[in-house]
């Protein structure tokens, strides 16, 4: 992985009053370049082959200019380019998925965030060492398929959208619907309702929900719909769809809003806390926008199944706030909540608190 000290030697040439902020043209990059502009940058869209045209459609969100690669992996040859256009890339999950975990990490180009948090967020049994550690309540994990006897979800490792997961009742079903190739963790499938909780961490804010360094916001909360896993049953009940050769996809096609009870707000702003103090520890910190992947149970505990350490795309239901961050400020979204903190970091001097 390319070092911070690096990246820093780039920052210093870099013209302060004419930033750029740039991702790739997908997943959550309209809410990203919209509150980029809000906040007085220029923006850039890297995409492949040409320009989506979707974005003539949007023109507050339209990036002010594009890079055009041959490939995600042309991105890699572009990073003199980007760093001529004093560049601050602001990664999510399709940039890093697309690129790959190995190659984001060596690029040469700052970006907003701690690389470091790649590593333990993309290896999923790293992630449990990091949420156990930081006394979060976890889905119980298997390691035997053979102790399989009651219903599991089968994820593989890495961002891939939902895509490949299944639940198995039985070593059977297991062994019949499991991809050895990849990496796979097993888990104990939780019944309860989804929520996506979607944070904010600052390393260089001191008010509000304060921490041991830094401060914690909750900007909104979504969940997602799976494709046909939410309709499915519309069909018949379990056992006629198995014996009909029909089984449910967990592939993410969009999201719809969400507000807790207000009673669950002080667990809520717990476990963020836990995992962010515990990241502190491990990593240096993870920076910016994260997602806490959870079940709320009928005995309101709330079980943390998984963490994504980016901007996640539940957050573009927000792009002109939500009943929470609308309580902080009006008209923020979390694309615009990173524009904010970089343009502060940038008045403060403080670039290297949150670029890496």
């Given at each position: 992985m390319i070092t911070k000290q690096q990246i820093l030697e780039f920052l210093k040439n870099y013209d302060m009053e004419n930033i750029t902020i740039a991702t790739v043209c997908s997943h959550s990059s309209l809410q990203i370049f919209d509150g980029a502009?809000?906040?007085?940058?220029?923006?850039l869209g890297i995409c492949v082959g040409k320009p989506p045209k979707f974005y003539e459609a949007f023109p507050k969100a339209k990036p002010d200019e594009y890079l055009i690669v041959d490939s995600y992996e042309d991105i890699m040859n572009k990073v003199e380019e980007l760093r001529e256009k004093n560049v601050i890339i602001i990664p999510h999950g399709s940039f890093?998925?697309?690129?790959?975990?190995?190659?984001?990490?060596?690029?040469?180009v700052p970006t907003f965030g701690n690389r470091a948090v790649l590593e333990w967020?993309?290896?999923?049994?790293?992630?449990?060492?990091?949420?156990?550690?930081?006394g979060i309540h976890m889905p119980g994990k298997i390691d035997d398929p053979r102790e399989i006897n009651g219903p599991v979800m089968v994820k593989y490792h890495g961002a891939k959208g939902g895509k490949g997961f299944f639940i198995a009742k039985t070593c059977e079903e297991f062994e019949e619907l499991i991809d050895r190739t990849?990496?796979?963790?097993?888990q104990e499938?939780?019944?309860g309702t989804r929520y996506y909780l979607h944070y904010f961490y600052s390393p260089i804010r001191d008010e509000g929900y304060t921490l041991s360094k830094g401060s914690l916001e909750l900007l909104s909360m979504d969940r997602r719909v799976e494709s046909n896993a939410d309709e499915i049953f519309r069909l018949g009940s379990p056992r006629e769809l198995v014996e009909s050769g029909i089984r449910p996809t967990y592939v993410v096609t969009g999201n719809v809003p969400l507000v807790a009870r207000e009673s669950l707000l002080p667990l809520i702003f717990s476990l963020g806390e836990r995992v962010v103090e515990e990241s502190l520890g491990l990593f240096g910190g993870m920076i910016g926008s994260f997602c806490?992947?959870?079940?709320?149970?009928d005995e309101l505990e709330i079980k943390v199944f998984e963490i994504s350490a980016r901007i996640v795309a539940g957050t573009n239901l927000y792009v002109?706030?939500?009943?929470y961050s609308d309580l902080i400020e009006e008209n923020m979204s979390t694309g615009r909540r990173i524009a904010?903190?970089?343009k502060l970091a940038a008045e403060a001097g403080k670039l290297d608190k949150i670029i890496s």
């Open positions: 502009r809000k906040e007085g940058f220029r923006t890093v998925a697309y690129l790959g975990t190995e190659s984001f990490a060596e690029m040469a967020e993309s290896d999923r049994d790293m992630e449990r060492e990091w949420l156990l550690g930081a990849q990496k796979y963790t097993i499938f939780i019944t806490l992947e959870t079940v709320f149970t002109t706030g939500s009943p904010r903190e970089i």
